[in-house]
């Protein structure tokens, strides 16, 4: 038997994309390993807004209850009880409110971006 008839060739046809062309910026590996230490110092606290809000909310809806449950006739812990619904549903709602707005706010994490500066990295040659 010959070799030839062992071997067997596949082949596909790619077309390499070039990039296009457009103004860049080089930068020096200094300055680019202390944007990525900076922005690894970034730290975001957690975002308890909505844990607290939705207690608010809870607290709430439970005094809704006792107000529609109860009988008030002369009893004066009726406004004190409708004033603890008015406070904890307001608060409850602003507390989710900026709790979303700052969640909108930290879109972008910190360990995002460092993974797309390593993914930049690996693309060149680096003698370490």
């Known amino acids: ?20 062309k ?7 590996v200094k300055e680019w390993g202390f944007i990525k230490k900076k922005i690894c110092e970034i730290k975001i ?3 308890n807004f909505h844990a607290f809000g939705f207690l608010l909310l809870g ?7 006792t107000i529609l449950a109860t009988e008030f006739k002369t009893d004066p812990s009726k406004y004190l009880t409708w004033a603890i619904f008015g406070v904890t549903l307001i608060g409850g709602l602003l507390s989710v409110y900026f709790a979303n707005d700052k969640h909108k ?3 972008a994490k910190p360990t995002e971006i460092i993974n797309q500066m390593e993914l930049i990295e690996s693309r060149f040659e680096t003698q370490k």
């Open 1 to 20: 038997m010959n070799d030839n008839q062992n071997k067997f060739n596949v082949s596909q046809e790619f077309e390499i994309i070039p990039h296009q």
């Open 22 to 28: 457009g103004k860049a910026y080089p930068i020096g």
């Open 45 to 47: 606290d957690v975002n």
């Open 59 to 65: 607290a709430s809806a439970s005094c809704l209850i």
């Open 105 to 107: 706010q930290e879109s």
